[in-house]
């Protein structure tokens, strides 16, 4: 059964009916409502262990109400690995990175799809479109396959070539446009009444930040029912960032934190693509949009969120920050935590590492403090930015002062 009561328009708080077909409620996102007392009636927290390890343990906390209609293919949990080298490197007493390139495709895109397509699948949807520039379309691609439906991708022409080959070797029909995303969500929408599809966009239906969400979820269970004293998040889109802040209010009306303090949420973008710290410094609401988007953390190359009011929101009521780093740096921020600590982190997470680095230097966050780094896709993804001068070597007349140097 599903717990969901109703939806709820995220500008004005407008109740709207659940378990219908809906896409944004005055041109912005919808949250899903649940009767959270009825879920605390039905399961208690420590039940949870018993469960699979994937993110359906928190079936109560998510929408589908009928389990045939769940399209899964076993994401989640991810591990949430300590990180001392880079810790030690940074200066901060505890690091921890919750590696989300362990998922089935290769990035925290799966939880959002696997959510959503199920979702659509309920509601008797058979045809997706989905505008990207990374890890998002060969996740809907993987998750529409599995649930055999028709999938379309329209992605930037300079997308990384994995997410590009990814998207078709899926079976989505996929299209590369010379533009920014925003072009590509243009297409979507000349093209919904001609085609039929129905618009999977960030944010453009109430679903994705319900799977998002559960990355909270994993992590509060994970630290035995508590939160870091920080979060820091590489934000585009932002739907992960503002599904954790809706996890976390969830658990805690249910009572199943230990501590009402809630982390600091920092959201943390490329200079090259930042259109939120602007507007938390001037105390604006809404994000302008960025002109001449440029990154090579595909994923952060959202010249404007449609949920910007919500990570907004929720990073000012963390009492965190949004942060841009520089985007020359992004590749050496990256670099730096997959040496220290053998994780293949992705350039979007590298604007994480330096912006826990930017905000310990101004004090933002304690050195004390415990901190967790959301690494939301793997490295492999991005060949572009893993190039490396090789030196060769003859194996018929070794020279070891090259390898000894």
Known sequence: MSYVTHLEGAIDGARLPAHTVQTLHEGRPIWVRYDLGAVGASVKRDSLRDREPTMWRYRELLPVRDDANIVSLGEGMTPLLDCPRLAARLGVARLQIKDESQLPTGSFKSRGQAAAISMAKELGITRLAIPTAGNAGGAMAAYAARAGMEAYVFMPRDTPVVNQLEAAFFGAKTFL??????????????????????????????????????????????????????????????????????????????????????????SCQSSGCASLPPAFESGERFAAPVENAHTVASGLRVPRAIGDFMILDAVRESGGRALAVDEDRLVEWSSLGAQAEGISICP???????????????????????????????????????QADLPEVDHTSIDWSLIER
């Not at 994970?222 to 599904?243: E, K, N």
């Not at 994480?352 to 101004?362: E, T, V």
């Open 348 to 386: 979007e997470d590298g604007a994480c590492i330096g912006g826990l680095d930017l905000a310990l230097q101004n004090g933002w966050v304690s050195r004390d403090d415990h901190v967790v780094i959301f690494n939301t896709g793997a490295a492999q993804k991005y060949i572009e930015t893993m």
């Open 177 to 266: 446009v010379n533009g920014l995303i925003t072009d590509c969500a243009k297409i979507i929408g000349e093209g919904r009444e001609r085609l039929g599809w129905f618009d999977l966009s960030t944010l453009k239906e109430p679903y994705r930040i319900e799977g998002k969400k559960t990355m909270g979820l994993e992590l509060a269970e994970q630290l035995g029912w508590s939160l870091p004293d920080a979060i820091f998040y590489p934000t585009g889109g932002g739907t992960g960032l503002i599904g954790m802040w809706k996890a976390f209010a969830e658990l805690e009306a249910l009572g199943w934190l230990d501590s009402a303090d809630r982390p600091k949420m920092f």
